[in-house]
């Protein structure tokens, strides 16, 4: 369902997006930056593509472990 919404920005940031992003898409893009941030099932649903992604996993199970280490050697 889609809902209609009147919102108020500056004039500065009515010009910016009018420029970047172009009069028509104004909605579409407030809706796709505002959607991660406002709804659990996207933040969940990122969750998920970022542990089915082996690569990533890898990399972030390295990162923590260098970390680890780096922690032990701080303490002296």
Same mark, same amino acid.
């Given at each position: 369902m889609v809902r209609k919404l009147t919102?108020? /920005?500056d004039?500065? /940031?009515y010009a910016g997006l009018r420029a970047k992003i172009g009069p028509r898409r104004i909605s579409r893009f407030l809706?796709? @930056?505002a959607k991660p941030l406002v709804t659990e099932d996207? @933040? @969940?649903e990122g969750?998920?593509?970022m542990a089915a992604d082996g690569l990533h996993e890898a990399e972030a199970a390295e990162w923590v472990e260098a970390?680890?280490?780096d922690a032990a050697l701080d303490r002296g």
């Open positions: 919102i108020t /920005v004039e500065e /940031v809706n796709d @930056l996207s @933040l @969940l969750y998920r593509q970390m680890i280490g």
